[in-house]
């Protein structure tokens, strides 16, 4: 059976808020409104989700509410991590290797330079930096808790100035 994991970095986020922990930081006018527009996007192509996993930063939990709300996923079903905060590439595959073979379609929100590592470890196709708001959507035959690095066909690498 198939599976589908999109990896999701964070939107844009406003570093002019200088008394609050890099945690707490919100995302910024470019990042409020690249998320809603990316989910639109994700929407347009066809591609959903049942399951969202997302890191409880408020810059990643904001992303993936603005996301989800635009694909019609619910926001009370999705999965707060916070051990997805600044998570290396390891330690988001141990996430998703723990994540339940009844879900075929996975989308983590998560933070760089792990984001980016992972997708590089996963999939088929080299990304230099996940950018802001930017997807990846890998597809692998292998159940969550087997997947390995080059585990996944990259079918779409999708960001805001590219749409």
């Given at each position: 059976?198939?599976?589908?994991?999109t990896l999701i970095r964070h939107a844009k986020s406003d570093w002019g808020h200088p008394n609050l922990s890099d945690f707490d930081r919100p995302l910024n006018?470019?990042?409020m409104s690249d998320a809603p527009r990316m989910g639109n996007e994700l929407e347009s192509r066809g591609?959903?989700?049942?399951?969202?996993?997302a890191s409880t930063a408020n810059r990643a939990i904001t992303t993936a509410r603005a996301i989800c709300e635009a694909i019609g996923y619910p926001e009370s079903r999705i999965e707060q991590n916070r051990d997805l905060y600044l998570a290396s590439a390891g330690h988001m595959l141990d996430i998703i290797q723990g994540v339940d073979a009844s879900v075929t379609r996975l989308a983590l929100v998560s933070h760089?330079?792990?984001i980016t590592s992972l997708t590089n470890a996963l999939g088929d196709r080299q990304i230099?930096?996940?950018p802001t708001c930017g997807v990846v959507v890998l597809e692998t035959e292998s159940e969550w808790r087997f997947l390995k690095p080059k585990g996944c066909k990259t079918l779409d690498f999708i960001y805001p100035k590219g749409i």
């Open positions: 059976m198939k599976r589908t994991l006018g470019r990042g591609i959903h989700f049942d399951l969202v996993v760089n330079p792990g230099d930096n996940m």
